[in-house]
T-cell receptor, first 110, second 114 residues
Framework: SQQGEEDPQALSIQEGENATMNCSYK?????LQWYRQNSGRGLVHLIL?????REKHSGRLRVTLDTSKKSSSLLITASRAADTASYFCATALYGNKLVFGAGTILRVKS | GAGVSQSPSNKVTEKGKDVELRCDPI?????LYWYRQSLGQGLEFLIYFQGNSAPDKSGLPSDRFSAERTGGSVSTLTIQRTQQEDSAVYLC????????????FGSGTQLSVL
């Protein structure tokens, strides 16, 4: 089964609103990453947060990590129509491969 | 090239035929992954290569699937005797050092088995 699972499966918001996506995982990790995918093809790396970090920012993105709850959240502030995409979390196990969740489909309506 | 290159971008084949999918990682990247994504689904790990170490083949769904990486660079994913359930987008990714750092993805190969 997937190591990471995103919630919700789909999210529809108005332009300018904030979007929050959550990711839960099962085992201890080295780091957690978020990726974006447009049109079902290549993924683009957004942000990486290590297991000893609790929060990280990159532009309009804010990622939090709670290792005690084995969960992470991705917040996109002031959303734009161009943010419409699928968002995936990926967990990196110590010394092992990167495993992706099923993703959240975000639709930003203009 | 500047990014990860995959070829072909689309492949249509008949059930029972063999197919080869190619991936050119970013020059100097030591880790290379193959993932599979069915329509509307997440990424399914298939295999990864890390430098000269033995590849992690734990995600290959059957013995019809194999992959090799020649000279630590180009990789080929081979699917023998294709089945309709093999239809998916096959994504390749590479990373500079270890397998669990930031990945750079190619645009994928859309495989359709008729």
């Amino acid at each position: 089964s997937q190591q990471g699972e995103e919630d919700p499966q789909a999210l529809s918001i108005q332009e300018g609103e904030n979007a929050t996506m959550n990711c839960s995982y099962k085992t201890s990790i080295n780091n957690l990453q978020w990726y974006r995918q447009n049109s079902g093809r290549g993924l683009v790396h957004l942000i990486l947060i290590r297991s000893n970090e609790r929060e990280k920012h990159s532009g309009r993105l804010r990622v939090t990590l709670d290792t005690s709850k084995k969960s992470s959240s991705l917040l996109i502030t002031a959303s734009r129509a161009a943010d419409t995409a699928s968002y995936f979390c990926a967990t990196a196990l110590y010394g092992n491969k990167l495993v992706f969740g099923a993703g959240t489909i975000l639709r930003v309506k203009s | 090239g500047a990014g990860v290159s995959q070829s072909p971008s689309n492949k249509v084949t008949e059930k029972g035929k063999d197919v080869e999918l190619r991936c050119d990682p970013i020059s100097g990247h030591t880790a290379l992954y193959w993932y599979r994504q069915s329509l509307g689904q997440g990424l399914e790990f298939l295999i990864y290569f890390q430098g000269n170490s033995a590849p992690d083949k734990s995600g290959l769904p059957s013995d019809r699937f194999s992959a090799e990486r020649t000279g630590g660079s180009v990789s080929t994913l081979t699917i023998q005797r294709t089945q309709q359930e093999d239809s998916a987008v096959y994504l390749c990714a590479s990373s500079l050092t270890r397998a669990n750092e930031k990945l750079f993805f190619g645009s994928g190969t859309q495989l359709s088995v008729l």
